[in-house]
């Protein structure tokens, strides 16, 4: 009998990554209060790692305990810049200054997943990847924000390599999965070793 599988997650691009690897997922958002969680991480001096790694076990543990015997997904990702938490902007006038910030300079993206069962932890992993962003003008900044800002503003960082984004950077270093939020590969080797799914 095949052990289900929730995603503790309301994003799409998460639960289409695991549905085109030919996972049956279902996808179920947790209530959390993630700004608190994270200002209290901040607060207490926890780097950037820690505090996607918690989130993403606070996620999978709260649904985890509701759902016995299912293994849950729960994913969180940060962006440190120069050891700073940059998060998805309110406004379009934050996302420009985030980007003014960024530009030409190195930052990483980490995406964490934890899964749990029964409420307990089962694995972890925080996948990384470093970004160096081009020292783009001031108008295409601009302009880019206007253009995307409806899908921007749901992204750490304001950008989605995914979409016109990926031309404000000159390198990037690390896996593409790590970058849409959740290192795919690593889960799917615990998931097949585990049993969960056909290997």
């Known amino acids: 009998m095949s052990v289900p599988i929730i995603l503790a997650s309301g994003s799409e691009i998460r639960a289409t990554l695991l ?5 049956q997922v279902e996808a179920m958002p947790p209530r959390v209060d993630e700004d608190a969680v994270k200002a209290a991480l901040i607060a207490e001096g926890a780097p950037p790692r820690d505090i996607a790694d918690a989130l993403a076990e606070l996620k999978a543990r709260k649904l985890s305990e509701k759902h016995p015997g299912a293994l849950v997904i729960g994913c969180d ?4 810049f120069e050891g700073a938490l940059l998060s998805k902007p309110e406004t379009p ?14 930052h990483k993206l980490l995406s964490a997943a934890v899964i749990c069962r029964d ?12 970004l160096t962003m081009r020292d783009v003008s001031d108008s295409y900044l601009q302009d880019y924000v206007a253009r995307n800002w409806d899908s921007i503003r749901h992204s750490v960082g304001a950008y989605k390599l995914e979409e016109e984004g990926v031309r404000l950077f000159t390198a990037i270093d690390g896996d593409y999965f ?9 889960l799917l080797n615990f998931l097949m070793l585990r049993g969960a799914i056909d290997s």
Request: charged share 30%; glycine share 12%.
């Open 19 to 23: 549905r085109n690897a030919g996972l």
């Open 77 to 80: 990702q940060v962006l440190d």
């Open 93 to 106: 006038e934050a996302a420009l200054d985030q980007l003014r910030q960024m530009r030409g300079k190195r």
């Open 119 to 130: 409420g307990r932890p089962e694995w972890r992993h925080v996948g990384q990847v470093r």
């Open 178 to 186: 790590t970058v849409l939020g959740m290192p795919l590969l690593e």
